[in-house]
């Protein structure tokens, strides 16, 4: 259950998807907190049910039921202003800054969990949903209450194999 099942299901040529698993997530620099919201996070965006149901399986034992909700609501709320603010960027006309988006986040005020983290998780997912707008704000948020180069790698490392799996799986299913 949970990674093993994962690694269990990669085809061979993915081999190094399979060994990054546990070198990301169970061997991050980063508290089990938030290494596994992290993966959880970018397991939502990631979309592969088999991703999802097995990282959500495992991540629970060290997330806790607030932390699993807060992991997702994380990937909810940058599945909306990922879109958003990636879209406003691509256009290129400056007269949309001065508009207000005018999208509820309440989340991000009180995500259940340590801002911190919760933060972490959603610069993770603008990372897989390609918006560096967010990925911008997000990664100057995270520095400027205290968290390293190292740490934010670490969560994008996380980031990359997670949706790396979530891709091969999804691959494998459409050629069966």
Request: charged content about 20%.
């Amino acid at each position: 259950m949970g990674l093993d099942t994962i690694r269990a299901a990669l085809p061979a040529y993915a081999g190094d998807i399979a060994l990054n698993l546990d070198s990301t997530i169970r061997a991050a620099t980063l508290t089990p907190v938030q290494a596994w919201g992290t993966a959880l996070a970018c397991a939502v965006a990631a979309r592969n049910p088999v991703v999802l149901r097995e990282i959500a399986a495992e991540a629970l034992g060290h997330l806790g039921p607030d932390g699993v909700e807060a992991a997702k609501g994380a990937a909810a709320v940058m599945a909306m202003t990922n879109t958003y603010y990636r879209a406003r960027h691509l256009i290129g006309d400056e007269r949309y800054a001065s508009i207000p988006a005018r999208l509820r986040m309440r989340i991000v005020a009180r995500p259940g969990v340590d801002k911190g983290d919760f933060k972490l998780w959603c610069l993770a997912v603008s990372a897989i949903n390609g918006c560096g707008i967010c990925l911008e704000s997000h990664e100057k948020t995270l520095r400027d209450n205290g968290f390293t180069p190292e740490q934010v790698n670490e969560a994008l490392r996380i980031s990359a194999v997670v949706h790396a799996a979530a891709v091969t799986l999804d691959a494998e299913a459409a050629l069966a």
